[in-house]
Antibody, heavy 116, light 113 residues
Framework: EVHLVESGGGLVQPGGSLRLSCAVSGFTFSSYNMNWVRQAPGKGLEWVSYISSSGSTIYYPDSVKGRFTISRDNAKKSLYLQMNSLRAEDTAVYYC?????????WGQGTLVTVSS | DIVMTQSPDSLAVSLGERATINCKSSQSVFFSSNNKNYLGWYQQKPGQPPKLLIFWASTRESGVPDRFSGSGSGTDFTLTISSLQAEDVAVYYCQQYYTIPRTFGQGTKLEIK
């Protein structure tokens, strides 16, 4: 059975940093492209980043480009999101999700709160 | 960026009746070289992550009941629930994966009338 488990969320001050992790099981992680998607409280979904199976191709939307870095460790079956220069508008539940195009499996999410 | 606009924002339908949600993209998400529409539909229940229902605009994900169907092409798409069940109460999102950045519609909240 496919499982994705995010961790690393919490309360951080504006301008601070946080590193999210997503541990996966139940599929061959190294064969799949991965994403981070976030959802602000009571709001809709926003795609945050994409990484190819090998890590060679990475994309971000303008809202996080230059501040967030996606990475992966295929040996550890883990996906990461390094978030720097955090802003109040980055407050959200962050989901990791599998897929090159449509996203077929999602984790339960981890809450990031940016507040002083 | 491709803007995805869903209508309506909310919808109340009686049990057993048909529910229809529309999604319009600001530019075509149809790729002629493979004849595919790069469009997916997701269902999100309270306190849960989104769940993939439909991909390539009309292909039902494994395990999704056949009362859910997707249609449309180019810029106009529809998610139809043929006979609403109580467990279908949720927010539904469309998403284009034709270009970067991937973008979602604002969501449609479906309730029981």
């Amino acid at each position: 059975e496919v499982h994705l488990v995010e961790s690393g969320g919490g309360l951080v001050q504006p301008g601070g940093s946080l590193r999210l992790s997503c541990a996966v099981s139940g599929f061959t992680f190294s064969s799949y492209n991965m994403n981070w998607v976030r959802q602000a409280p009571g709001k809709g979904l926003e795609w945050v980043s994409y990484i190819s199976s090998s890590g060679s191709t990475i994309y971000y939307p303008d809202s996080v480009k230059g501040r967030f870095t996606i990475s992966r460790d295929n040996a550890k079956k883990s996906l990461y999101l390094q978030m720097n220069s955090l802003r109040a508008e980055d407050t959200a539940v962050y989901y990791c999700a599998r897929g090159q195009y449509h996203l077929d499996y999602w984790g339960q999410g981890t809450l990031v709160t940016v507040s002083s | 960026d491709i803007v995805m606009t869903q209508s309506p924002d909310s919808l109340a339908v009686s049990l057993g009746e048909r529910a229809t949600i529309n999604c319009k993209s600001s530019q075509s998400v149809f790729f002629s070289s493979n004849n595919k529409n790069y469009l997916g539909w997701y269902q999100q229940k309270p306190g849960q992550p989104p769940k993939l229902l439909i991909f390539w605009a009309s292909t039902r994900e494994s395990g999704v009941p056949d009362r859910f169907s997707g249609s449309g092409s180019g810029t106009d798409f529809t998610l139809t629930i043929s006979s609403l069940q109580a467990e279908d109460v949720a927010v539904y999102y469309c998403q284009q994966y034709y270009t970067i950045p991937r973008t979602f519609g604002q969501g449609t909240k479906l309730e029981i009338k």
